[in-house]
């Protein structure tokens, strides 16, 4: 029977390793350099028992393959997660003032909700209903790929979108969601996840997880890769790959040291001595992580440079994600406990998960728990305590959270997520005609994350669970092939 590494534990490494036992691969086993499960939607618990995720995540909609792998371990979505009800805060920074975002049960709900959004003029949602009637049906029939060169603000604008509105800080979300800022993102990518999540409401709607995603959703997903007679190994970090230029093989190996303290690993990694090895006894290998990961191996074998996937993969650019976890006194005193947009960067973005999570909800020392995400490019040099203090002090301006000072914070923690397994894919024009295929170009390697082609296209975590899939379905099919008789 065949024997099938992958490398990476995240959604795409997870829904690779479950399909490819699924589809009778004799022995997989998982290689996880983090000591969580769940990649870049990882979690863990501080010795007191305050929750750490490594990003703001949510389930949408439209995530039907996580949320079939949820179902197969044993998890309803549904049950251990909370709706967002579609409803947000926006902060406008041309008003000073704070504006309630609704989303309705259907799309005519949606738009006329959007069009009563009071952050816009009269003239601007006149203006914006044109260009929706102009642009949608063609969006929902279909993306072309030749969008990848346009930037999506200047797409729009050439299509009617008033530049009053593309000056707005909701509109600064579309490149926010997807970590493109300060720079614009690709139209093909956006276009593609408007066209998703356009069809309805369902596909639309947001949930939080009711508690940290690494309990409520990987775990159960690793529980039932064992039970299927995976096997997972963590601290394992992928250095390097074996080739003769045509067939993988081998992975260079090393095994990396304990965290010291509680947390996410930090890069530079410390290695354990005398780690390093050459694994060799495999038929093939899925491997699932980033693209900021790649560069290094590739700058360092000349010969990987050579074939076009790779190099282009190297050539990707990767963003920072920067998180930051803010225990504090104050409750929201206005306003849907969910999402509030708009803030000042980095930390543009926040939600007070307190209601949603069982361990927070009845605890009386905390009146929040909020959870700050944004982009940390361009913010290596602020100190830690200078971005909790901007933070909070943008988020005072949001009408009913007035009360918000860092001297009400009873514990912080601010998390650079910038070690090279940690980046997220940026969809910046022209990104997508650098993204490979899930079949690698060494005979028995395979690709597989959001940053690979799928059917989505754009970064998320449904794109990553499809994408893991997919390279398995390919890599069944190619030891199929090669057990059939000549």
């Known amino acids: 029977m065949p024997r099938v590494i ?13 399909a490819l036992l699924d589809g009778g691969a004799g022995e997989v086993e998982i290689l996880s350099l983090e000591p969580y499960l769940g990649g870049n939607a990882a979690a863990f618990r501080t010795a007191d028992g305050r929750v750490v995720e490594q990003g703001l995540h949510c389930w949408f909609g439209f995530y039907d393959e996580m949320a079939a792998l949820l179902r197969r371990s044993g998890v309803d979505i549904r049950a251990v997660s909370t709706s967002g009800h579609g409803q947000a805060l926006v902060w406008e920074e041309r008003e000073r003032r704070t504006h309630r975002l609704r989303l309705g049960p259907h799309t005519p709900w ?17 203006r914006v209903a044109l260009f929706c009637a102009r642009v949608v049906p063609g969006v929902l029939a279909g993306v072309a790929e030749a969008h990848d060169d346009e930037c999506f ?5 050439a299509r009617g979108l008033p530049a009053s509105v593309a000056a707005t800080r909701l509109w600064r979300v579309t490149r926010e969601g997807q970590f493109n800022l300060p720079g614009e993102i690709s139209a093909y990518p956006m276009l593609k996840t408007l066209r998703v999540m356009c069809r309805d409401y369902a596909t639309a709607e947001f949930r939080f997880a ?32 074996e080739h003769d230029g045509q067939r993988l093989t081998g992975l260079k190996l090393r095994t990396v040291a304990p965290a010291p303290v509680e947390g996410f690993l930090e890069h530079p990694f410390e290695v354990e001595p005398g780690s390093e ?3 060799r006894a495999f038929d093939a290998a899925v491997l699932a992580v980033p693209p900021a990961a790649w560069q290094p191996i590739v700058a360092a074998d000349p010969s990987l440079a050579a074939l076009r996937p790779f190099r282009n993969v190297a050539r990707m650019r990767t963003v920072v994600p920067l998180g930051l976890h803010v225990w504090h006194r104050e409750a929201p005193r ?16 926040v939600v007070d998960v307190k209601p949603f999570h069982p361990g927070y909800r009845d605890d009386a020392r905390f009146g929040s728990v909020l959870h700050f995400v944004g982009p940390g490019d361009g913010w290596e040099d602020w100190p830690a305590e200078a971005l909790v203090e901007r933070a ?3 988020l005072r301006r949001v009408r009913g959270h007035e009360r918000f000072t860092t001297g009400g914070a009873l514990a912080w923690r601010l998390e650079r997520h910038d070690g090279p397994h940690r980046r ?24 597989a994350g959001d940053w690979v082609r799928n059917e989505l296209d754009f970064p998320c975590m449904e794109a990553a669970i499809r994408s893991g899939r997919e390279a398995a379905a390919v890599a069944l099919d190619a030891l199929a092939s090669a057990r059939k008789p000549a």
């Open 6 to 18: 992958v490398v990476g534990a995240g959604p795409a490494g997870l829904a690779a390793a479950e």
């Open 110 to 126: 949606t738009a006329a909700a959007g069009l009563c959004y009071d952050g816009l003029t009269l003239l601007e949602k006149a």
């Open 153 to 157: 603000t200047s797409w729009c604008l």
């Open 210 to 241: 009711r508690g940290p995603m690494g309990e409520l959703w990987w775990g159960p997903i690793g529980a039932r890769i064992e039970a299927l007679g995976g096997r997972i190994r963590t601290r394992q970090e992928l250095v390097g790959l």
């Open 277 to 279: 090895r050459t694994e």
């Open 334 to 349: 206005w306003g849907p406990r969910s999402f509030v947009l708009g803030l000042d960067l980095p930390l543009g973005a």
């Open 392 to 394: 909070l002090a943008s």
């Open 424 to 447: 997220y894919w940026c969809s910046e024009p022209g990104s997508v005609r650098l993204k490979p295929g899930p079949r690698g170009p060494l005979e028995g390697q395979f690709f």
